[in-house]
């Protein structure tokens, strides 16, 4: 993605699909494959149950930009054994950030800002998740700093090492885990 404006509201809940057998849920943004961005403005948010912010099976690459992805919604649990967290930024590849500025919020305590099994690294630009979950960035990435038990309020300005982002009315999160990073910190 390069120069576009993109703002995406979505509110549709997980659920139990019977023909898959397994749960499905909506993202604000999905894409089969990598996703990048090099320049613009990408807005998403997720209200639904479940939801995902920016859902990725590939890589994800941000050059340039800013990235603003907020999910509000609650875990969807159908049973022990499934469930749907409401993800930030997941992908099934690696996260790369070099440029730009990515901030990630999301309200569940079982909810992750940043989630993937391989790596994050982050080299050049600027980060910032606030969420339920504790993540740290792959060794060579740039300095960050991690704090926990945080109160983020909607509507309001949160800001940690010079970083900050302005935070939509409804969201909450009174224990939250940040994550921060920036070229000059």
Not at 42 to 71: A, E, F, P, Q, W
């Amino acid at each position: 993605m390069a120069g576009a404006t993109v703002s995406v509201t979505v509110s549709g809940a997980a659920y139990y699909d019977t023909d898959e057998s397994d749960i499905a849920s909506s993202s604000a943004l999905k894409t089969d494959g990598a996703f990048t961005l090099s320049s613009g403005t990408v807005s998403l948010l997720s209200n639904g149950v479940g939801g995902k912010g920016l859902n990725v099976t590939g890589n994800i690459s941000v050059t340039g930009g800013r990235m603003t992805v907020v999910t509000l919604g609650a875990r969807y649990k159908y049973n022990s054994n499934l469930d749907s967290k409401p993800q930030g930024i997941k992908t099934d590849g690696n996260i790369n950030i070099t440029g730009g500025e990515v901030y990630a919020a999301v309200a569940s305590s079982k909810a992750t800002t940043f989630k993937t099994d391989n790596s994050i690294i982050v080299k050049g630009g600027t980060i910032m998740g606030i969420g339920g979950k504790t993540i740290a960035l792959t060794t060579g990435s740039q300095n960050y700093n991690t704090y926990t038990q945080q109160t983020a309020t909607g509507g309001t300005t949160f800001t940690v090492d010079g970083v900050s982002f302005t935070l939509p009315s409804g969201y909450t999160n009174t224990s939250a885990f940040v994550i921060v990073s920036s070229p000059s910190m």
